[in-house]
C-alpha cells in the first residue's frame, strides 16, 4: 500500500533552518504531484508547497514564499520542504501529500490529495 514518511522535525530557535524529508512507497513517485501541508493547534489544515510531476513546477503559499524551498529526487522517491529563517508562526505539524492533480487551482487544496503522512512537529522558539 502507499506510505509516506516524514522526517526531519523538531525544536528549532527562530531564524534557524531544517529540512523536512517524506520518503514514499507503494505508488509511482514521478508521475505524483508532492505536497506539503501544515496545521496549527486549532487551525485547519493549510497549503505550504507543492512540486509537479511534469517539468517540477513548484507553488508556494505567500507566508513562505522565499523561505522555503521544495524539491524532490525522483530516484530517491522523496520530496523535500527546506525551510530557512523559521519564525514562531511557522509552528504546527507538517505533512507530505500525494496526488496526480496538475490543476493550479487544484493542488492548493487538502482535498485534492489521495495520499498522507502521518506528520511531524515542527516547533519554533524566539
Known amino acids: 500500500q502507499v506510505q509516506l514518511v516524514e522526517s526531519g522535525g523538531g525544536l528549532v530557535q527562530a531564524g534557524g533552518s531544517r529540512r523536512l524529508s517524506c520518503a514514499a512507497s507503494g505508488l509511482t513517485f514521478s508521475m505524483y504531484t508532492m505536497g506539503w501541508f501544515r496545521q496549527a493547534p486549532g487551525k485547519e489544515r493549510e497549503f505550504v508547497a507543492c512540486?509537479?510531476?511534469?517539468?517540477?513546477?513548484?507553488y508556494y503559499a505567500d507566508p513562505v514564499k522565499g523561505r522555503f524551498t521544495i524539491s524532490r529526487d525522483n530516484a530517491k522517491n522523496t520530496v523535500y520542504l527546506q525551510m530557512n529563517n523559521l519564525k514562531p508562526e511557522d509552528t504546527a505539524v507538517y505533512y507530505c501529500a500525494a496526488t496526480l492533480s496538475e490543476s493550479n487551482v487544484r493542488v492548493v487544496r487538502p482535498d485534492a490529495y489521495n495520499y498522507w503522512g502521518q506528520g511531524t512537529q515542527v516547533t519554533v522558539f524566539s
Open positions: 512540486i509537479k510531476s511534469s517539468g517540477g513546477s513548484t
